[in-house]
């Protein structure tokens, strides 16, 4: 079978930084993408992880370990505006995206 | 304007009838995909479409079906609503090269009574 594992929350104040993980088990796999979404909006693309490694994109980074079938992505010098869902999404060889359940990102003053 | 526009936003209906949502895109991509989205749930693929001619099912298409009317266009029919149907839907799309990097529409919330 197929499965992505993400945490459901985390916290975080302002200024700091934050890692949100993601642990996948999926035939095909392809690559490891990152999505962002505020309450009552659409998922915006982030970041994408083709190859192991990091791959940095402003305050965001991800990481990928296609041995160990983790990820992560890190978001520096969190801002408010930075609260929102982020799922984890695996692309596999069909061309189909397979999305984690999300983890809520709760940014504190 | 929008690269990628579906209608209704939001639509109230009844257990039994037949109700279509619609999507457009304006961004020259041959994918285009379905998908629902549950509270807590991530976004979960009902159909898909990597062009006109080819249509494929989700994870969770009984009691959906598309049409694919052109390149631009990709219609999502609930055949008779029934309230477990009750959610957000977004159409998606991407290109070919990069069906990693979706482009999503603003959803359309549908409530089934």
């Known amino acids: 079978g197929q499965s992505l594992e993400q945490p459901s929350e985390v916290t975080a104040v302002e200024g700091a930084i934050v890692q949100i993980n993601c642990t996948y088990q999926t035939s095909g796999f392809y690559g490891l993408s990152w999505y962002q979404q505020h309450d009552g909006g659409a998922p915006t693309f982030l970041s994408y992880?083709?190859?192991?490694g990091l791959e940095e994109t402003g305050r965001f980074s991800s990481f990928l370990s296609r041995s160990d079938s983790y990820g992560y992505l890190l978001l520096q010098e969190l801002q408010m505006k930075d609260s929102a869902s982020y799922f984890c999404?695996?692309?596999?060889?069909?061309?189909?995206?397979?999305f984690g359940q999300g983890t809520t990102l709760q940014v504190k003053p | 304007d929008a690269d990628v526009t579906q209608t209704p936003r939001n639509r109230i209906t009844k257990t039994g009838k037949r109700i279509m949502l619609e999507c457009s895109q304006t961004?020259?991509?041959?994918?285009m995909y379905w998908y629902r989205q549950d509270p807590g749930l991530g976004l979960r693929l009902i159909y898909y479409?990597?062009?006109?001619?080819?249509?494929n099912k989700g994870e969770i298409s009984d009691g959906y079906s598309v049409s694919r009317q052109a390149q631009a266009k990709f219609s999502l029919s609930l055949e008779s609503a029934i309230p477990n149907q009750t959610a957000l839907y977004f159409c998606a799309t991407s290109s070919g090269q990069n069906p990693y990097e979706q482009y999503f529409g603003p959803g359309t919330r549908l409530t089934v009574t």
């Open positions: 961004k020259g991509h041959d994918r």
């Open positions: 479409s990597f062009d006109v001619k080819d249509i």
């Open positions: 992880n083709g190859l192991d």
């Open positions: 999404a695996v692309s596999r060889n069909t061309g189909k995206l397979i």
